[in-house]
Every structure is written in C-alpha cells, then in structure tokens.
C-alpha cells in the first residue's frame, strides 16, 4: 500500500496532480467531498465543519468542544480511508497525519506568486486585485489551520519528502515525478509496518471515541496510544471516577488487550460547550 498526502497551495494543480496520480496508480483520492461524507455519517453538521476546515477557527470556536470533536473524526476519517488501500489525500492536514506512518509519501506543490495570480483570475474571473487578494486568503487560512491544530508551518520544506514547483509543470508530469518518488521509497517491508501503524492508529481512535461520544465520559485532550494490542490513554479529568470510566470505557473496545490510564486529575477543569 501506500499513502502519498499532497499539501499545495492555491493555484499550484493540488486537484489537477491529484487526479493524474490516481490514474497512474489506480488508486482513489480523499478530497474534500470525500471528508465530508465520512463528517456526515459521524453526525458532525456541515455547518459545524464549515468552521474548521483548512483554516484556523475564530476566537469563539477556539475554545468549544466542536474544536476538539473536528479534530477527533478528521484524524478517524483519514485513517478509515488509508486502511481502505492506496490512496492519494489532498489537505486538510494530511500531512501532519500521517507524519509518522511508514509508507507515506508528502508532497508540497508551490508556484510563483505571479503564476499563481494569472490561474486564479482565470479560475474565478477577476482582476489583479482580487486575484491577490484571494491567494493572500487562502495562504492565511491554510497557515492557520496546520499552526493551530499541528503545530506547524505548512510551507516548511523540511516537513515534506517532495516539494515541486508547478510554475511551468504540467500536472502529468508532476504526478509522474510523484510516482517515482514512491516507487524509491516505499516498498514490501515499509508497507507492512505502515498497515500495522494504521490499525493502531485507528484502534486508537475508536477507543476515544467509545470513551467521549459512546460513553460521554468527560476527559479533555483525549488521546489512546496503541503498540500491540496495549492501550494507553492520556488527557485531563476533574476526578478519579471519570478516569476509572475511561479506562474501564476502553477495555469493552475489540482489540484491546490492555489499558493503562496515564490521564492527569485538575479539579473543575472544564471546556466551552
């Protein structure tokens, strides 16, 4: 299997590379529809999501816990898809993600600024200005996102195995580029320790969820770390008892073999609704 996550900013062919890579690996893209649907069959509302999409939240939803629900099924949509097979993730913190997961390739695609204004007045039909103005938008909204739920300069290379300028690439040629690059880094024994990251990584979801949205037990900062079976949580309660739950919440789940709490008691401790 492999994962390749494309990290681009507006007007460098995200979408267009996304797609040629597709066809020459057969595999699917996991783009913003294909978020949604997965958001959608958790209950988490469109309008809700609107919210935090790709973009760093206002002061108000900052602080409520639709912040901490977002970045819950965000992380249990990406690696419900990758678990699925090959697949080629466009955003939406992709990057981050699947950061240390073997078998996964991350692309930053980037063009000049002047490249850039000319597609997008092309794409939405507009002037100089407001072409600028859109890129300028996007750029701080995409910068806000990975800083705030990653803690990350997207645009950093050093965060990246590939980054391509697609100033004067046409999208095919990228992709093509792309493929290579996996075909010299991925290979049987990284795929089968990335198939076995993945299931970890998705037990461990699932146990947080059992425990914060099955269950309703309420720990903050929620997190289940998973190695063979072995469970442990980390997070913040007001009590002993909302610990026990936790723990006791995670052992129902299947494939849990063991559960240790590590989960921090601060008194009257509490999130915005």
């Known amino acids: 299997m492999a994962i390749i996550t494309i990290?681009?900013?507006?007007?460098?062919?995200?979408?267009?590379?996304?797609?040629?890579?597709?066809?020459?690996?057969?595999?699917?893209?996991?783009?913003?529809?294909?978020?949604?649907k997965r958001f959608s069959g958790y209950g988490f509302s469109e309008k809700k999501l609107e919210k935090f999409d790709e973009r760093k939240p206002g002061f108000w939803a900052s602080l409520s816990q639709d912040r901490d629900d977002y970045l819950h099924y965000l992380k249990t949509a990406m690696f419900a898809e990758a678990i699925?097979?090959?697949?080629?993730?466009?955003?939406?913190?992709?990057?981050?993600?699947?950061?240390?997961?073997?078998?996964?390739?991350?692309?930053?695609?980037?063009?000049?600024?002047?490249?850039?204004?000319?597609?997008?007045k092309s794409y939405f039909r507009c002037?100089?200005?407001?072409?600028?103005?859109?890129?300028?938008?996007?750029?701080?909204?995409?910068?806000?996102?990975?800083?705030?739920?990653?803690d990350m300069e997207w645009t950093n290379p050093s965060n990246y195995h590939l980054v391509l300028n697609t100033g004067t690439l046409h999208p095919a040629t990228v992709a093509e580029l792309i493929v290579e690059a996996k075909r010299l880094t991925v290979n049987a024994e990284t795929d089968a320790i990335a198939r076995v990251k993945l299931r970890e990584l998705s037990l461990g979801q699932t146990v947080v969820g059992r425990v914060l949205y099955d269950k309703k037990i309420p720990i903050h900062f929620l997190e289940a770390e998973v190695a063979d079976g072995a469970v442990v949580l980390h997070g913040v309660a007001n009590s002993q008892a909302s610990i026990e739950a936790a723990v006791a919440a995670a052992r129902e789940v299947e494939g849990v073999r063991s559960v240790r709490g590590e989960i921090q008691v601060v008194q009257e401790y509490s999130v915005m609704p």
């Open 7 to 36: 990290s681009r900013e507006i007007a460098a062919l995200g979408d267009e590379t996304a797609g040629e890579l597709a066809k020459l690996l057969g595999c699917r893209t996991v783009d913003k529809t294909a978020v949604e």
């Open 127 to 150: 002037d100089d200005k407001r072409a600028r103005q859109i890129i300028e938008q996007s750029d701080h909204d995409r910068s806000g996102f990975h800083r705030y739920f990653f």
């Open 84 to 120: 699925e097979g090959d697949c080629v993730f466009i955003g939406r913190g992709s990057v981050a993600i699947f950061r240390d997961v073997p078998a996964t390739l991350s692309v930053l695609l980037v063009a000049p600024v002047e490249v850039r204004i000319e597609r997008v």
